[in-house]
T-cell receptor, first 117, second 108 residues
Framework: DARVTQTPRHKVTEMGQEVTMRCQPILGHNTVFWYRQTMMQGLELLAY????????DSGMPKDRFSAEMPDATLATLKIQPSEPRDSAVYFC???????????????FGPGTRLTVL | KNEVEQSPQNLTAQEGEFITINCSYSVGISALHWLQQHPGGGIVSLFM???GKKKHGRLIATINIQEKHSSLHITASHPRDSAVYIC??????????FGTGTRLQVFP
């Protein structure tokens, strides 16, 4: 049963600490998305990758957030230093985008619930 | 201004009722998605469509490209259908633009 996995599922940390969230996309998928969900803003795209290359990170605060794909089976989202306003649920999703098609079905991971005190 | 509008924001129903959730968008799209999020947070993709109609079990999704409008219907609703339903669109890119969601509660 192929699914997107994310770790940790929950993270409580203090302001100023570094937070790293990990995502394992579905094997064979070539596109990985990072989303943030808050009560106020709903779901927002932070960044996404195609074949491990970053395509768009315009939704991400660049001074403290960074996203990488060190290999095809791992995507990471890092916050350093973390702030209370970063408290949210962070979702990773993956999909298979075919050549010439600008959309794909996305499969979401269970999310990482981050609380920054 | 959110480019994807959903209505209603909240919906309550009795078990067995037919339910409709609406989504409208502002310009031409390449695809529209309906997502379901249960309490506890997991997000599941229900449908992805760019024209016509799709059906899966008791769920039906339709899209009218000319009207820039989509509907999600649930027939014979059940308490386990209680969730937030989210409409999202691709405006000719991979990026999804999300609606604010419709919170559905189905009572026995």
């Amino acid at each position: 049963d192929a699914r997107v996995t994310q770790t940790p599922r929950h993270k409580v940390t203090e302001m100023g600490q570094e937070v790293t969230m990990r995502c394992q996309p579905i094997l064979g998928h070539n596109t990985v998305f990072w989303y943030r969900q808050t009560m106020m803003q709903g779901l927002e795209l932070l960044a996404y990758f195609r074949n491990r290359a970053p395509l768009d990170d315009s939704g991400m605060p660049k001074d403290r957030f960074s996203a990488e794909m060190p290999d095809a089976t791992l995507a990471t989202l890092k916050i350093q230093p973390s702030e209370p306003r970063d408290s949210a649920v962070y979702f990773c999703a993956s999909g298979l985008v075919l050549a010439g098609i600008s959309y794909n079905e996305q499969f979401f991971g269970p999310g990482t619930r981050l609380t920054v005190l | 201004k959110n480019e994807v509008e959903q209505s209603p924001q909240n919906l309550t129903a009795q078990e067995g009722e037919f339910i409709t959730i609406n989504c409208s968008y502002s310009v031409g799209i390449s695809a529209l998605h309906w997502l379901q999020q249960h309490p506890g947070g997991g997000i599941v993709s229900l449908f992805m469509l760019s024209s016509g109609k799709k059906k899966h079990g008791r769920l039906i999704a339709t899209i009218n490209i000319q009207e820039k409008h989509s509907s999600l219907h649930i027939t014979a609703s059940h308490p386990r259908d209680s969730a937030v339903y989210i409409c999202a669109v691709n405006y000719n890119t991979d990026k999804l633009i999300f609606g604010t969601g419709t919170r559905l509660q189905v009572f026995p």
